[in-house]
């Protein structure tokens, strides 16, 4: 129910995850499929990380962690992978 504060906050993340991936597929990509919590984690965060402020809309701010965060990220990639091209 997308009335309530936790249907609100569930639109607006996935909403803010696809937009990220659709931004900077290959970036989210590399971030999902990095070492966890390894350099390489920290590189791909690096370059990802400027495709999120972006997707946020003017004035709101969305609190996560990192775990929260992939996984946004990794079900907005699935999604898009499982997305029909436009005819």
């Known amino acids: 129910d997308i009335t309530n ?3 609100q906050y569930f639109v607006s ?3 803010f995850a696809q937009c990220v991936v ?3 597929p290959q970036k989210v990509a ?4 990095s070492r966890e919590l390894g350099k ?3 590189d ?9 402020g972006p997707c946020l809309p003017e004035g709101q701010a969305i ?8 996984g946004w990220l990794a079900e907005a990639m699935y999604r898009s ?3 029909q091209p436009a005819a």
């Open 40 to 42: 390489s984690e920290a």
């Open 81 to 83: 992978s499982k997305a």
């Open 63 to 70: 609190s996560m962690g990192r775990t929260a965060l992939f």
């Open 22 to 24: 659709m931004a900077a």
């Open 13 to 15: 993340t996935r909403s």
């Open 44 to 52: 791909a965060m690096t370059e990802v990380t400027p495709h999120l």
């Open 5 to 7: 504060d936790e249907g």
């Open 30 to 33: 590399t971030l999902l499929f």
